[in-house]
Nanobody, 119 residues
Framework: QVQLVESGGGLVQAGGSLRLSCTASGRTFSTYDMAWFRQTPGKEREFVARIIWIDDIAYYADTIKDRFLISRDNAKNTVYLQMNNLKPEDTAIYYC????????????WGQGTQVTVSS
């Protein structure tokens, strides 16, 4: 069993910054990429960013591009999401996820961490 544990959420004022972390543990699996999604009540979970483990290439949703930065630390099995210039609309539960192949589904999910941005 693979466990993903997020941390780093909290309450911040608009314009502030937070850094989320997600550490994978448990059964060893070959990681293709890890990603962050977010969800607000009544809405579907939406993609935020992902990073390909082998070559460090990152992809971002247009809504957060140029404000968020995804990175990884292979040795720590950890992915980070640096969030800058936060806006109230970034308020959501942020989830970390991973998959083992390019065309596979995201099978492993963390429990989520709440990010609240006040205006």
């Amino acid at each position: 069993q693979v466990q993903l544990v997020e941390s780093g959420g909290g309450l911040v004022q608009a314009g502030g910054s937070l850094r989320l972390s997600c550490t994978a543990s448990g059964r060893t699996f070959s990681t293709y990429d890890m990603a962050w999604f977010r969800q607000t009540p009544g809405k579907e979970r939406e993609f935020v960013a992902r990073i390909i483990w082998i070559d460090d290439i990152a992809y971002y949703a247009d809504t957060i591009k140029d404000r968020f930065l995804i990175s990884r630390d292979n040795a720590k099995n950890t992915v980070y999401l640096q969030m800058n210039n936060l806006k109230p609309e970034d308020t959501a539960i942020y989830y970390c996820t991973a998959r083992s192949s390019r065309y596979g589904t995201y099978d492993y999910w963390g429990q989520g961490t709440q990010v609240t941005v006040s205006s």
